[in-house]
Nanobody, 124 residues
Framework: QVQLGESGGGSVQAGGSLRLSCAAS????????MGWYRQAPGKQREMVAT???????NYADSVKGRFTISRDSAKNTVYLQMNSLKPEDTAVYFC??????????????????WGQGTQVTVSS
């Protein structure tokens, strides 16, 4: 079994900052890509930022220059530092992890897991 635990959401005023964390635990062999997605009310889930095993990053145009994704491979954790937050950043943020895992001592590659989501609310 694999679990993802998210933390760090909350409410801030426009221009403020928040840092999200997502830690993966369980029968993990290795983690490839990690990422953050968000879903605002009435909208589809969208990619915010992703980071590969080699720390190559990709950002949505709407957050470039304001958000920074990073990972600590030793802790199986991905972070999202969000600065200069805007009201339009208000959404539920989900982490996503692509990993290889053990199941009954069998190697199972390419498993995708989602975190439970954490609310970020930015007021004007």
């Amino acid at each position: 079994q694999v679990q993802l635990g998210e933390s760090g959401g909350g409410s801030v005023q426009a221009g403020g900052s928040l840092r999200l964390s997502c830690a993966a635990s369980g029968s993990i062999i290795s983690i490839d890509a990690m990422g953050w997605y968000r879903q605002a009310p009435g909208k589809q889930r969208e990619m915010v930022a992703t980071i590969t095993r080699l720390n190559k990053t990709n950002y949505a145009d709407s957050v470039k220059g304001r958000f920074t994704i990073s990972r600590d491979s030793a802790k199986n954790t991905v972070y999202l530092q969000m600065n200069s937050l805007k009201p339009e950043d208000t959404a539920v943020y989900f982490c996503n992890v692509n990993l290889d895992r053990w199941e009954d001592r069998v190697y199972v590659p390419h498993n995708y897991y989602w975190g439970q989501g954490t609310q970020v609310t930015v007021s004007s």
